[in-house]
């Protein structure tokens, strides 16, 4: 190998100088896109601090964060990119396995460069119309409005191989045959016709239709950047390869390799970086998963030569190598830290515990003296309280059996009440019954009874037992008959009974409980006795009359009944007043053995 001077020392050229041979107009982040200068990358350090930034801003100002690991194999892809979007026309074919990077390298290399960037969501309703709107959205943004934009497409977005043949003429022609409708084609003539004429110099320019759609298509071929990310594996690469040549003619191939060691320990750093391990451990797991995944590509490679079958080791899988460690060092993390909160806790129990237990026994010496006093006033009162128990057995016999006396006497005395009671409910409905007629009767039925010169034998005979029952003394008059002896009659005292204004009220009022005995004799004798003294035959002489013989009527059982019960309420007074003095004495003896 002959020496040259390589970075201001003369001497062999190596593999690592040629990747560190890097050109960009990148490095001046913050100065204008158009002024920016081509030139060679001198620090790779610096490079890699410049990309971090630039992907910091990209987060910031996108929804659809991305977490990458800048390391030299990154930089190396991100510059190659970055050269090619920045060729007039320049497009790139992507060719690398899931997870290498390709898709977010080229977003970063277009956030750096300040292109658009679009690429198609793919649903499962998205067929050709759909591609087609999106390509129309595509060719106007880069040829009408002469924005730089990259049409980034993958190969699991290739849903119709029609989508490869539009794309194919894209890198050919830089048009898609029949993609425009003669009123969308002139919509697009007319976007395009200002920058047209602002490319020719001559506001007052003429342009044809076909020079018009002629300087829209040098400005897609100009200003579009077809990036497509295709995976070598399976056939179906090699097929389209073979089918649309200028995906190879019209791009520049850019071929992602494994990722090399210090690429796999880079990554391995930055996602263990935040776990909370020390750092001669976290060393260790990053040499543990490079170890991982050289010797699973080592096996995978043995695995093809022995066997003829294909096992793709990919940078996904290294990513979900570490994504699996971490999840089980922090669960493992967590089970730890829950044996040792609870640990903790426990020894805290246990202290607290131990304090407890030693000030107890202090407050235990302290109350010894008062514990062996104690213990002497218990004995004291237990022996008194033996004494007084024999003397609140001996209370509380007697206190049971004379409220078992008690208790009989207030059986005795609510049989008495309930017999008195069941006695007069015979009175009660008849004496209710009299007093509701005599409600009924009015003035004018009393001045009717008493404006009758020659009463019925039913009104006389009622009217005598009402004066009979007011004590009224009958008028002596001669017998009408002609027999020259005088008789006895009421009606002329009845007449004057009638005629006082308290009369209804008096018999409301009448003295039931007091009725003399010769009085109820003579009305049971004369009256009660009589088939004729019968309300209903009564009532056919005088209304006013019924209610009276219904009145007298029930005097009478009133008195009959009262007589019969007067003995047992005299009985029952007896006996109420002599539980009451039982029950007094029983409550007396209750507290003196409550106060025992």
Not at 104 to 123: C, D, K, V, W, Y
Not at 324 to 339: C, G, I, R, T, Y
Not at 387 to 407: D, F, G, M, P
Not at 516 to 542: L, Q
């Amino acid at each position: 190998t002959q020496s040259t001077w390589v970075r201001g020392e003369r001497r062999s050229v190596v593999e690592d100088d040629m990747r560190s041979l890097m050109f960009g107009d990148y490095m001046n982040p913050d100065g204008d896109i158009d002024e920016r200068v081509y030139e060679e990358i001198v620090e790779i350090e610096e490079f890699n601090k410049i990309s971090e930034h630039q992907l910091d801003e990209y987060n910031q100002v996108n929804k659809a964060k991305m977490n990458l690991v800048i390391f030299r194999y990154v930089l190396e892809h991100l510059s190659r990119i970055s050269r090619i979007l920045k060729q007039p026309g320049g497009n790139a074919l992507l060719v690398g396995v899931g997870g290498s990077g390709r898709q977010s390298l080229t977003r970063l290399a277009g956030f750096m460069s300040g292109f658009n960037i679009f690429q198609p969501e793919i649903t499962k309703q998205y067929g050709p119309v759909e591609w087609r709107e999106d390509l129309k959205v595509v060719l106007k943004q880069a040829g009408a409005v002469g924005k730089p934009t990259i049409l980034l497409v993958t190969d699991t977005q290739i849903k119709y191989e029609s989508f490869l043949e539009d794309i194919d003429n894209l890198l050919n022609t830089g048009e898609v045959p029949n993609l425009y409708a003669p009123d969308e084609k002139q919509d697009v003539l007319e976007t395009v016709r200002p920058a047209a004429l602002l490319a020719a110099g001559d506001k007052n320019a003429e342009f044809s239709p076909l020079a018009l759609f002629n300087f829209f298509v040098n400005q897609v071929k100009e200003k579009l950047h077809i990036v497509i990310a295709f995976s070598p594996i399976g056939d179906a690469f090699r097929n389209r390869m073979r089918q649309f040549p200028s995906l190879i003619n019209c791009c520049t191939i850019d071929w992602f390799q494994a990722w090399p060691v210090d690429a796999l320990e880079r990554v391995a750093n930055k996602f263990l970086e935040n776990v909370e391990i020390e750092d001669e451990e976290r060393g260790e797991i990053v040499t543990l998963c490079k170890y991982f995944h050289t010797s699973a590509s080592d096996l995978s490679e043995k695995f093809l030569n022995e066997l003829g079958r294909h096992n793709y080791v990919t940078p996904t899988s290294y990513l979900e190598l570490i994504g699996s460690f971490k999840k089980l060092l922090h669960l493992k993390q967590e089970e730890v830290m829950k044996a040792k909160r609870r640990y903790i806790v426990g020894l805290e129990k246990l202290a607290f515990a131990s304090t407890q237990v030693a000030e107890m026994q202090v407050e235990l010496e302290e109350l010894k003296p008062q514990l062996v006093i104690t213990a002497d006033e218990n004995a004291k009162m237990f022996v008194v309280i033996e004494t007084e128990s024999v003397e609140v057995e001996a209370k509380s016999q007697l206190v049971a059996k004379e409220e078992a006396i008690v208790n009989e006497q207030a059986a005795e005395a609510q049989a008495l009440k309930s017999e008195c009671e069941a006695d007069l409910a015979e009175a009660i409905p008849a004496l209710e019954a009299a007093l509701a007629a005599l409600d009924t009767l009015k003035p004018a039925d009393i001045s009717i009874v008493k404006s009758m010169k020659n009463p019925p034998h039913g009104v006389k005979l009622v009217m005598e037992s009402v004066c009979v029952m007011q004590e009224i003394k009958p008028d002596r008059i001669p017998d009408p008959s002609g027999s020259g002896k005088k008789i006895e009659d009421y009606w002329g005292p009845s007449k004057k009974l009638l005629g006082d204004m308290n009369f209804l009220a008096s018999l409301r009022t009448y003295d039931k409980d007091n009725i003399p005995i010769p009085v109820m004799k003579k009305i049971r004798t004369e009256y009660i006795s009589n088939t004729e003294f019968v309300p209903e035959k009564v009532a056919k002489a005088s209304s006013a009359a019924e209610g009276l013989c219904r009145w007298v009527r029930a005097m009478e059982i009133y008195d009959r009944v009262a007589k019969v019960v007067a003995p047992k309420k005299l009985k029952l007074a007896e006996a109420e007043l002599m539980l009451s003095q039982a029950t007094s004495q029983l409550n007396a003896k209750r507290a003196e053995l409550a106060a025992i």
